[in-house]
């Protein structure tokens, strides 16, 4: 029966495993295969490229660097050219694992996150100049998707909309409380590649989409706000999420323009191939974790329906279900919680952190208040891009004893709650989990361990 050191042995490396288990970069390697004259992809399509079409391919997002690589070893030089828009220049998931290097047939720019910079822009510029000589040339184009590309890519579908502007509204609409679903609801309607709009330039051309996907299942037209699929029929409006969340005031004119002066006429149906499959996603890394939590030997159960929740709800949601779990087991048992998502996190101050740290601290917290227990307590919470909100951290691990050492050094943790500030808190404390960036991007994942003294 492991003790409280033990416990949080096992969440750090239950984490690292899922980590190895959504490598975007083996993911493609998985998914495309050259078979003679024919490109395979996922099993699903395949595409004739005999001796001379050329390919062009585009990536996005946080994975980009690990996805272009693995695209770039499989066909090399029938590339013809490429985009990659990340937010760093790319490193193998592997603790001090080497950088990733590409050939110069690449255009490489560092986007904004979570807003756009000029470099999104020029990204962008970058795109629509390969797409209208693809297009020309009826070539096959495989865009390579995965989250975080809402920032690193972006073009206004206004003249008028400035980057300051764009960069205002990404800001406000991260830090309101608003779902992915329904930021993205609002990025589309003032944006001239989201929703579609960039795939749409190179109408004449095969197209496959391979998705990492940050955003929940089945959503993944959400994925970087969707630039090569159109939104779903469902998706919510704009100016709904405007009023719902009264951000009227705090969005840029230009912005606003824009959004009410959108357009819903669609393109002419294309008549080329168009085919999208998602790689990884979070329910890959939560099986992952899974498994690597029984082969510890830990009685373990994944909670699907705590994930999207606002945080305060979704922690009380944990903790519950963790005390259920903990009841079935034996004195002789460990017992692991697993879930997954992205909790609703409005920032409340200008502190340090993110919804993963606050979800960490909270969790420590709410434990701390509840009657105490005949048993050892450890949760580990973090992004699996390796960073959580304006922090340097992926986020942060505590235990049963948590607020006890920080109340013994000064600190109190509704202070810190109130301020938006968990990383402060837990650099104090010496309990930050810190990966740098991952090279892949599949929601969080929550890790919460419990045995008997």
Request: with cysteine; net charge negative.
């Amino acid at each position: 029966m492991p003790n409280l050191t033990q416990l949080r042995i096992a969440a750090r490396e239950i984490f690292e495993e899922a980590l190895r288990g959504v490598d975007a970069e083996e993911a493609v390697r998985r998914a495309v295969q050259l078979e003679g004259s024919r490109l395979n992809f996922c099993g699903a399509a395949t595409v004739e490229i005999g001796k001379s079409r050329n390919i062009y391919s585009i990536a996005i997002g946080k994975a980009a660097p690990a996805m272009a690589s693995a695209l770039d070893a499989i066909i090399g030089n029938r590339i013809a050219a490429g985009v990659l828009a990340g937010n760093t220049s790319g490193y193998r998931p592997a603790a001090g694992g080497e950088r990733i290097s590409l050939p110069s047939r690449w255009q490489m720019f560092r986007g904004g996150h979570p807003e756009p910079n000029e470099q999104s822009l020029a990204a962008a510029k970058a795109c629509f100049e390969l797409l209208e000589r693809a297009n020309a040339e009826r070539a096959l184009v495989i865009f390579l998707i995965s989250g975080g590309g809402s920032a690193m890519l972006e073009w206004p579908i206004d003249e008028g909309i400035t980057l300051a502007d764009l960069r205002t509204a990404n800001k406000t609409l991260v830090n309101c409380g608003a779902s992915i679903t329904e930021i993205n609801a609002v990025r589309r309607a003032f944006s001239a590649v989201k929703g579609g709009h960039l795939a749409e330039r190179a109408q004449n051309c095969d197209q496959i989409t391979l998705i990492v996907s940050d955003v929940p299942p089945g959503e993944e037209r959400n994925v970087a706000s969707g630039p090569t699929l159109a939104p779903p029929g469902n998706a919510p409006d704009a100016g709904n999420v405007i009023e719902r969340y009264s951000l009227r005031s705090q969005l840029p004119e230009a912005i606003l323009r824009a959004i009410e002066a959108e357009s819903t006429t669609s393109e002419d149906e294309p008549t080329s191939l168009r085919k999208h499959f998602v790689l990884l996603d979070n329910e890959s890394a939560l099986e992952a974790a899974a498994e690597a939590a029984r082969r510890r030997g830990f009685i373990t159960e994944i909670v699907n329906d705590v994930s999207d929740q606002p945080i305060e709800e979704g922690c009380a949601q944990l903790l519950s279900r963790l005390e259920v779990l903990h009841a079935k087991v034996s004195t002789q048992d460990t017992a692991c919680l697993i879930s997954g998502g992205e909790f609703a996190c409005p920032l409340q101050g200008d502190g340090l952190g993110g919804r993963n740290l606050e979800t960490a601290l909270r969790l420590a917290h709410a434990r701390n208040l509840m009657s105490p227990g005949p048993e050892n307590f450890a949760a580990l919470c973090a992004g699996t891009d390796g960073l959580d909100g304006n922090s340097p951290a992926a986020g942060a691990i505590v235990d049963n004893t948590t607020i006890d050492r920080a109340q013994a050094i000064g600190l109190d943790a509704a202070d810190f709650i109130a301020c938006s500030d968990a990383y402060s808190f837990f650099i104090a404390l010496g309990d930050v989990i810190a990966t740098g960036a991952t090279g892949t991007n599949v929601r969080d994942i929550r890790i919460l361990l419990t045995t008997w003294l």
